[in-house]
């Protein structure tokens, strides 16, 4: 099994900010590692696929970066709305696991 | 966008099945890979199962022995049954699509059940 690590758990930021969110795998898994966002009460949305690949829609201050086991996931000029849970996920086994998951809350 | 419907009991008692299904109203469920996925309160997410093209599955190991998937093409629906369930089951459970492709991310999701499991 593929343990996904990410770091850290939570942090707070400020509208403007740029914040940076890590996810380690425990052996490589190419770049087949995506990142969710997920809101309180709502589905995870998928932010970005294949490493560094936006989703349809997804602003352009999200990027991610990242093969092999390390992987980023930056954010910048938080807008408010960015305030959220952040997941990586890989997809490189059958065996699909997530990261514990990363608060983003206001400062 | 591909829409999918859940439903299911939300509440199951201790010991019993809990079943749910995922209807997808709008596109042919032979286009996609299907995923479940679950949420317990104030946790992260745990990926359970998906089924495959071509009928391959995979389950989470550590459900493996609870847990079955199926797809119904007639219907356009896939279903998830987990039996012999513990308040450890309570949970938002997802049903989560993806493209055909192995690798693909879970692009369109359902909007949950929330399962409470209690006598």
């Known amino acids: 099994d593929i343990q996904m690590t990410q770091s850290p758990s939570s942090l707070s930021a400020s509208v403007g900010d740029t914040v940076t969110i890590t996810c380690r795998a425990s052996?490589?898994?190419?770049?087949?590692l995506n990142w969710y966002q997920q809101k309180p009460g709502k589905p995870p949305q998928l932010l970005i696929y294949?490493?560094?690949t936006l989703e349809s829609g997804v602003p352009s201050r999200f990027s991610g970066s990242g093969a092999g086991t390390d992987f980023t996931l930056t954010i910048t000029d938080l807008q408010l709305e960015d305030f959220a849970t952040y997941y990586c996920?890989?997809?490189?086994?059958?065996?699909?696991?997530f990261g514990g998951g990363t608060t983003v809350d206001i400062k | 966008q591909v829409r999918l419907l859940q439903s299911g009991p939300g509440l199951v008692k201790p010991s019993e099945t809990l079943s749910l299904i995922c209807t997808v109203p709008?596109?042919?469920?032979?286009?996609?890979?299907w995923n479940w996925i679950r949420q317990a309160p104030g946790k992260g997410l745990e990926w359970i199962a998906f089924?495959?093209?071509?009928?391959?599955?995979s389950y989470n190991p550590s459900y493996e022995s609870r847990v079955s998937i199926a797809m119904d093409t007639s219907k356009n629906q896939f279903s998830l049954k987990m039996n012999s369930v513990t308040a450890a089951d309570t949970a938002m459970y997802y049903c989560?699509?993806?493209?055909?492709?192995?690798?693909?991310?879970?692009?369109?999701w359902g909007q949950g059940t929330m399962v409470i499991v209690s006598s």
């Open positions: 052996q490589g898994i190419s770049s087949y």
């Open positions: 989560a699509g993806a493209s055909i492709v192995y690798s693909s991310p879970l692009d369109f």
């Open positions: 089924f495959y093209s071509g009928g391959r599955v």
């Open positions: 996920q890989q997809t490189y086994t059958d065996f699909r696991t």
């Open positions: 709008n596109d042919s469920i032979n286009d996609y890979s």
């Open positions: 294949g490493a560094a």
